[in-house]
């Protein structure tokens, strides 16, 4: 049961992107519960040159078999040409959250 929940990460611009886009996540039952990090300094490579951003972190906890629904949400709200998409399973924890969280991800 418990390899079925992960914790979907992506990040965004600013706090309002990451509340709009964890807000919409939850209202299509996409998620249980997204929690918004930040800021936090990304440096990364991109068009060939190294950038030192400031991003807020969207970490969304869902089902597995939402994870292919919920990409391609993040990929038509997101402001980013190339969001990050990151899915990492849920190895435990409360039997209790996790059970809600699927009833959360459900209609």
């Given at each position: 049961?418990?390899?079925?929940?992960?914790?979907?990460?992506?990040?965004?611009?600013?706090?309002?992107?990451?509340?709009v886009?964890?807000?919409?996540v939850?209202?299509?039952?996409?998620?249980?519960?997204?929690?918004?990090?930040?800021?936090?300094?990304?440096v990364?490579?991109?068009?060939?040159e190294?950038?030192?951003?400031?991003?807020?972190?969207?970490?969304?906890?869902?089902?597995?078999?939402?994870?292919t629904?919920?990409?391609?949400?993040?990929?038509?709200?997101?402001?980013?040409?190339?969001?990050?998409?990151?899915?990492?399973?849920?190895?435990?924890?409360?039997?209790?959250y996790?059970?809600?969280?699927?009833?959360?991800?459900?209609?």
């Amino acid at each position: 049961m418990l390899a079925d929940h992960v914790i979907v990460a992506t990040t965004t611009a600013s706090e309002q992107a990451a509340q709009v886009l964890g807000a919409g996540v939850i209202e299509a039952r996409l998620g249980a519960c997204a929690q918004i990090v930040g800021p936090i300094t990304s440096v990364f490579r991109w068009n060939g040159e190294v950038q030192t951003e400031q991003e807020w972190r969207l970490e969304i906890k869902t089902t597995a078999d939402r994870v292919t629904a919920l990409t391609a949400h993040i990929k038509v709200n997101h402001g980013y040409d190339l969001p990050e998409v990151i899915a990492t399973p849920i190895t435990g924890g409360s039997a209790e959250y996790l059970s809600w969280l699927v009833a959360e991800t459900r209609g």
